[in-house]
């Protein structure tokens, strides 16, 4: 199977930052790569997939990048909204596996 | 609205067994695939099973392996997972997911294995 490794575990910020997520996978995945916010007591929302491309209606401020084992999620300009739980995903393998997820907290 | 509905959670003995349901509304499954995922209780999250949209292809988790079913209906819109031999660790919110980049999810069902 293909393993996911995120980081950081969680990280600390404030308004107007710019914050990095870094997953990496234990083979290439090509570019078959997607993040996911998900906020307390809701599922999970898709941000991005396909690497860096970037899901309907998720503000531009987010954005992808990566291709075959290392890939980021950065988000400029964070605001209130963003102080919540991400998390990437592969799904190149009949196994697919997340990260083990990074929490944003506010500074 | 296109959504996700999950039914069927619930508290069940250790060994037990549970059939989870997933209603859409507002589109067809027939053309999509279709994930479980899972959420144990402050933990992340967990890819259980994928089908394809004939039920041509099915992977597991193998974790659940030999142990949980997928299945879909096409014409009922909806789509299951037997869940048999229950164990504490299957405890968790169960959400179903479209596609092969889960671009819609439900709310989630809770799983609760304890006796």
């Known amino acids: 199977d293909i393993q996911v490794t995120q980081s950081p575990s969680t990280l600390s910020a404030s308004i107007g930052d710019t914050v990095t997520i870094t997953c990496r996978t234990s083979q290439s995945v090509s570019r078959w790569l997607a993040w996911y916010q998900q906020k307390p007591g809701k599922a999970p929302k898709l941000l991005i997939y396909k690497a860096s491309n970037l899901e309907s209606g998720v503000p531009s401020r987010f954005s992808g990048s990566g291709s075959g084992t290392e890939f980021t999620l950065t988000i400029i300009s964070l605001q209130p909204d963003d102080f919540a739980s991400y998390y990437c995903l592969q799904y190149n393998s009949n196994s697919r596996m997340f990260g083990q997820g990074t929490q944003v907290a506010i500074k | 609205e296109v959504q996700l509905v999950e039914s069927g959670g619930g508290l069940v003995q250790p060994g037990g067994s549970l059939r989870l349901s997933c209603a859409a509304s507002?589109?067809?499954?027939?053309?999509?695939?279709m994930n479980w995922i899972r959420q144990a209780p402050g933990k992340g999250l967990e890819w259980v099973s994928y089908?394809?949209?004939?039920?041509?292809?099915?992977y597991y988790a193998d974790s659940v392996k030999g142990r949980f079913t997928i299945s879909r209906d096409n014409v009922k819109n909806s789509l299951y997972l037997q869940m048999n031999s229950l164990r504490a660790e299957d405890t968790a919110v169960y959400y179903c997911?479209?596609?092969?980049?889960?671009?819609?999810w439900g709310r989630g069902t809770l799983v609760t294995v304890s006796s």
């Open positions: 507002g589109f067809s499954i027939s053309i999509y695939s």
């Open positions: 089908i394809s949209p004939t039920s041509s292809t099915i």
């Open positions: 997911a479209r596609q092969d980049v889960f671009d819609l």
